[in-house]
C-alpha cells in the first residue's frame, strides 16, 4: 500500500520531504510565508506524515528481499 516501486525512488521521496520539513521549520522565524509553503511539498513528497513514508520504506525493502513487486501484495481483491 505504502511502498514505491523501487528503493532509490521511496529515498528520493523521503530526502525532498526531510528536507522540506527542515527548510519549513528553519524559515518559520524569518519567512513564515515561505514556512507555511514548504509543509506542503513535504507532505506530498511522503505522501502523508513521516511514518507513513517509514512504513512504506520497510515495504519496499521487505518487497525487495521477498523477491515480489510491490504491486503483487493484494491482487483479484484479496491480500496475502
Known amino acids: 500500500m505504502f511502498a514505491s516501486k523501487g528503493l532509490a525512488e521511496h529515498l528520493a521521496r523521503g530526502a525532498i520531504g526531510i528536507g522540506a520539513f527542515v527548510c ?4 518559520a522565524t524569518t519567512h513564515p510565508v515561505l514556512s507555511l509553503l514548504a509543509l506542503p511539498v513535504a507532505l506530498i513528497a511522503l505522501r502523508g506524515c513521516p511514518m507513513c513514508w517509514t512504513i512504506g520504506l520497510v515495504q519496499t525493502i521487505v518487497a525487495k528481499v521477498r523477491g515480489r513487486p510491490r504491486d503483487s501484495f493484494c491482487t483479484d481483491g484479496r491480500c496475502r
Open 24 to 27: 519549513s521549520g528553519v524559515l
